[in-house]
């Protein structure tokens, strides 16, 4: 059974592994995600606890994690808030079974609750259109960064959250470092 709870602070180690984990045999992986994952806890301007979740085997194991975290969309003068979805972690033997899908799921939900428009989100495009993902280009929205269009996707939290929007997606700190 799988249960989705709220990070705490003294799961950040195992979490750190398990993003370590779900990362290792990631052929266009860094295998740096979980030092951005703790990069991206200590940026206040970036990081909500609440949307930091972990997915819970048997009630004791950590196998999974999530992290939503706060962009800009920035177009001259005018600036938008969203989130980024980064990274989505599970255990490589727990991988294939719903449980990204959960996570991503539950964040987007949390985040809706709180009352944020939109998720941008690079990631696989066969993959993240079925939760509702949409290539970014539609709306006018680019990556700070060289990226084929299909592969930079957004999600609207809200309907037409993203109407007058458009522009470059600005990541905190903790991504450029």
Do not use: C
């Amino acid at each position: 059974m799988i249960t989705i709870r709220n990070e705490r602070a003294e799961d950040y180690k195992t979490t750190d592994q398990v993003v370590k984990s779900a990362f290792a045999d990631m052929e266009f992986s860094d295998q740096k995600e979980h030092e951005l994952v703790a990069r991206i806890r200590k940026d206040s301007g970036a990081f909500i606890p609440e949307l930091s979740l972990v997915a819970i085997h048997q009630e004791k194991e950590i196998v999974g994690h999530i992290l939503l975290s706060k962009i800009k969309i920035n177009q001259e003068n005018q600036s938008a808030e969203s989130l980024a979805l980064a990274p989505v972690s599970v255990l490589p033997e727990y991988q294939s079974k719903g449980i990204g899908r959960m996570l991503i799921l539950e964040a987007l939900q949390k985040a809706k609750e709180l009352g944020y428009p939109s998720v941008v989100v690079l990631g696989h495009p066969d993959y993240y259109p079925k939760l509702g993902f949409q290539k970014a280009s539609l709306w006018g929205i680019k990556a700070p960064f060289e990226v084929p269009d299909e592969v930079f996707m957004a999600i609207e939290l809200r309907e037409h959250a993203l109407e007058n929007v458009s522009g470059v997606v600005e990541y905190s700190r903790a991504f450029l470092e």
